[in-house]
């Protein structure tokens, strides 16, 4: 488990693709273990949300320096997909903590 933490001067719209860069990462690699099924991986979204809040309100951006693309939206990236993973596992165990209490 490693976690990463993006430092710098940074405009709004260099954050915003860097949060937007962060998230699809966890959302992508942070499932492979209980561990962080439960409690790192939603912890570190609550943290990039939280984190977004201070991106928002940084100044747009200035002068001649080049600009990162914001790119597509979290939720609009392929990568986002991998959320469904632990989502269909929890539901997977609650059906048959389900099935085992009812038989």
């Known amino acids: 488990m490693r976690f990463h933490k993006m430092e710098g001067p940074f405009c709004r719209g260099c954050g915003t693709s860097y949060f937007r860069e962060m998230t699809a990462r966890t959302l992508w ?17 609550i943290a990039n949300r939280v984190a977004l809040g201070k991106v928002n309100r940084l100044p747009e951006p200035s002068g001649g320096h080049a600009r990162l ?8 990236r392929a990568t986002s997909l991998a959320v469904l993973l632990p989502v269909a596992w929890v539901i997977w165990v609650i059906a048959n903590i389900i099935n085992d209490v009812t038989s």
């Open 29 to 45: 690699q942070g499932w492979w273990s209980p561990l962080s099924l439960v409690l790192f991986t939603p912890f570190t979204l």
């Open 69 to 76: 693309q914001t790119g597509a939206p979290v939720l609009k």
